[in-house]
């Protein structure tokens, strides 16, 4: 039997479009033609005005909230199955509603879970996505998910500052295996911080667990979302005698007050990555870019190689 050799093609949906464009270039090829035509009361319909009949594609496109991001997402799937591609793969760099991970409380929804199930539902054959909120959300699938680590990109850079007494920190209990992972490639120590919450988005008390006198802290999250718990643990660090704060996120969600909490916080600077396009500039924050990141590993993936190097923390 002959073997079919598959083409790969690159789509991005709109919000990702800057991002798509960067990976289709690394990657070595062109970003893919999609026509979006929007009826007058927000219904939309994307297009492919290109053939992809028998191909290995791959739409690039981060599902944060407005909801329309994650419905684009499924509707450019779904146009691609019926298109007859041979392969649909949903890269997305931030998946988002993936703080819905399992029931906190009764009567509330797994959206983690239900999002996975409808990207499957619409035709994904595979999943490539970089640090999820929580790492078992990869079971919620039953197609393959590269779950890649943004510390490839993050690593190298905080090697280049060459910070005498370096400390990682966890801004709360659950971030505490990152932190851990990035103390130990970076042969640092860790310090913890407690927080309690009055409800989603507002801290009530947050106390630090371990020593950062003399020390140049950074702090490490997969997102940052209001900013609030990264400000008030940089600025409860520097009280405690910290000599710098900065803060690692993969994802700078950034909404509500964020930019005028950063600016006005002891944080000397914020370090993400561009999942995520910034809704406006800060001098505070520096973007460190993805696209080789996805690249490589998508075309590993569409060559039928190994990218465990890349699940390497």
Same mark, same amino acid.
């Not at 050799?5 to 999609?34: D, P, R, W, Y």
């Given at each position: 039997?002959?073997?079919?050799?598959?083409? /790969? @093609?690159? $789509?991005?949906?709109?919000?990702?479009? #800057?991002?798509?464009?960067?990976? /289709? @270039?690394? $990657?070595?090829?062109?970003?893919?033609? #999609?026509?979006?035509s929007t009826y007058s009361d927000g219904e939309f319909q994307p297009s492919y005005e290109e053939s992809i009949r028998g191909t290995r594609i791959f739409i690039i496109g981060s599902t944060n909230p407005e909801p329309r991001n994650l419905m684009e997402m499924l509707l450019m799937i779904d146009a691609a199955k019926r298109a007859s591609a041979r392969h649909i793969t949903a890269v997305m760099p931030y998946f988002g509603w993936a703080r819905q991970d399992r029931k906190d409380k009764p009567r509330v929804p797994i959206a983690a879970k239900l999002v996975a199930k409808m990207l499957e539902a619409a035709g994904a054959t595979r999943i490539i996505t970089m640090d999820l909120h929580a790492d078992q959300i990869q079971g919620f699938f039953e197609r393959p998910v590269d779950h890649l680590f943004a510390s490839t990109i993050f690593l190298p850079y905080l090697k280049s500052l060459n910070l005498d007494n370096l400390t990682i920190a966890s801004p709360d209990m659950g971030g505490s295996k990152r932190a851990y992972a990035y103390s130990k490639a970076l042969e640092s120590d860790v310090v913890i911080c407690y927080k309690q919450r009055a409800k989603a988005n507002v801290i009530s008390h947050m106390e630090l667990i371990g020593d950062v006198t003399g020390k140049n802290v950074v702090l490490v999250d997969d997102m940052v979302d209001t900013a609030g718990t990264l400000t008030k643990a940089a600025d409860l660090m520097m009280e405690r005698g910290a000599l710098s704060v900065r803060a690692i996120c993969t994802h700078p969600i950034l909404s509500g007050n964020a930019y005028e909490r950063l600016k006005n916080s002891k944080l000397e600077e914020l370090i993400v990555t561009d999942s995520i396009p910034l809704s406006q500039e800060s001098n505070k924050i520096r973007v460190l870019g993805c696209a080789d990141l996805f690249a490589e590993v998508m075309k590993k993936v569409h060559n039928n190689q190994s990218i465990s190097s890349k699940f390497v923390m």
């Open positions: 039997m002959a073997v079919v050799n598959t083409e /790969a @093609k690159i $789509f991005a949906c709109t919000q990702s479009k #800057v991002l798509g464009e960067k990976i /289709a @270039k690394a $990657f070595g090829a062109s970003l893919g033609n #999609v026509i979006t």
